[in-house]
């Protein structure tokens, strides 16, 4: 693709998928605006950074003048260190916050990334983006919330939205999955319910793609769309990709779930209280055990896009990222 007509701002640049983005579209010539809190280290060359609170409201203005395109990354996950309150404000008020000031400014397009997580479970069936939302966490009623509040403040405003909702994305630089990795090649990791639940991985360079093509094709594909790896897989194939990577033999002990869930309040127990995360969670538990998996007819039809980047292939190289970086 050529590179983007008109300035590009990018929320979240300082992160894991707005990082990518970032040096995705500078790659490519793309005039680009970058921000987020803190400066990011790897910021390339030629790319113009503001730092701003994005819940500072005297801070939108500035940021989205003489802006084209807004591709909104910024967001907050779950943790049991983050507040409802601050999940609220990042997730749900400050996109629609953002969508008005640009709005006001004349911005042409308007490309904001929520969840998949809003679905909740899907089952072994993959599911499409008309499935009805079943938010379960804080996290994923506010990504809920957000989204459809961007869609109906387009629709009143004739701003185009588009929603693209990653699936689990991963690839180099990832410090969410970081602690599975390293955990994968400990001595001893144990499957939970024979992981048979499935999940759809997603590289970070294939969510970048998609990104692009939201802030590029004409007309604007308005709308929400999924943006998964080739097909969903089973945690006992993600772990199974992991331990190959790593070197490890693929893991045969498997606990229940009624066994992990009791081993897992037992580690937060004794380890939370000395500041330590425990290899074992409830939430990666319940993370386990949860099936959700994604149609992604919708992008490849209407945008074109579809996914290059292989499990082996993206999880090999995420591996020799890790080491090359001193992360394992």
């Known amino acids: 693709m050529s590179a983007t007509t008109g300035l590009v701002l990018v929320t979240g640049a300082s ?9 995705r579209l500078a790659a490519d010539g793309s005039p680009v605006r970058a921000t987020s809190r803190r400066r990011p280290a790897d910021l390339p060359e030629g790319v113009a950074f503001v730092a701003a609170d994005l819940a500072d409201p005297t801070a939108l203005a500035p940021l989205v003048a003489g802006i084209s395109v807004v591709i ?6 779950g943790g049991a260190e983050v507040s409802d309150d601050t999940l609220r404000a990042v997730n749900a008020e400050a996109p629609v916050a953002l969508l008005r000031a640009a709005a006001a400014a004349g911005v042409g397009r308007f490309v904001h990334v929520s969840s998949v997580g809003v679905l ?3 089952g072994s069936s993959p599911a499409s983006e ?6 379960v966490s804080v996290y994923e009623r506010t990504k809920w919330i957000g989204e459809q509040d961007v869609l109906a403040e387009g629709c009143r405003t004739g701003v185009p939205v588009i929603v693209l909702r990653p699936a689990l994305v991963y690839g180099p630089g990832d410090a969410h999955l970081l602690s599975l990795f390293r955990a994968v090649g400990g001595p001893v990791f144990p499957l939970i319910a024979g992981g048979r639940a499935l999940t759809h991985p997603v590289h970070v360079e294939d969510v970048a793609d998609a990104l692009v093509c939201a802030a590029r094709l004409e007309p604007a594909p308005v709308g929400v769309f999924h943006v998964a790896g080739p097909r ?3 945690f006992r194939e993600l772990i199974s990709a992991m331990a190959s990577a790593l070197g ?6 498997s606990l229940p779930r009624p066994l992990a869930f009791a081993a897992a309040c037992l580690m937060e127990a004794a380890l939370g209280p000395v500041g330590r995360t425990p290899p074992l969670t409830r939430e990666r538990v319940r993370l386990f ?6 149609k992604i007819d919708r ?5 074109g896009w579809t996914p290059r980047i292989g499990l082996e292939e993206g999880i090999l190289a995420t591996t020799r990222w890790y080491r090359d970086h001193g992360w394992l």
């Open 72 to 77: 909104h990354v910024a967001g907050q996950l």
């Open 232 to 234: 969903p897989v089973s």
């Open 289 to 294: 055990c949860t099936s959700r998996a994604f």
């Open 120 to 122: 909740g479970e899907t």
């Open 130 to 135: 008309d499935a009805p939302a079943q938010p």
């Open 248 to 253: 490890r033999n693929p893991p045969r002990l």
């Open 299 to 303: 992008i490849r039809e209407t945008m």
């Open 15 to 23: 992160g894991f998928i707005g990082g990518c983005l970032v040096r």
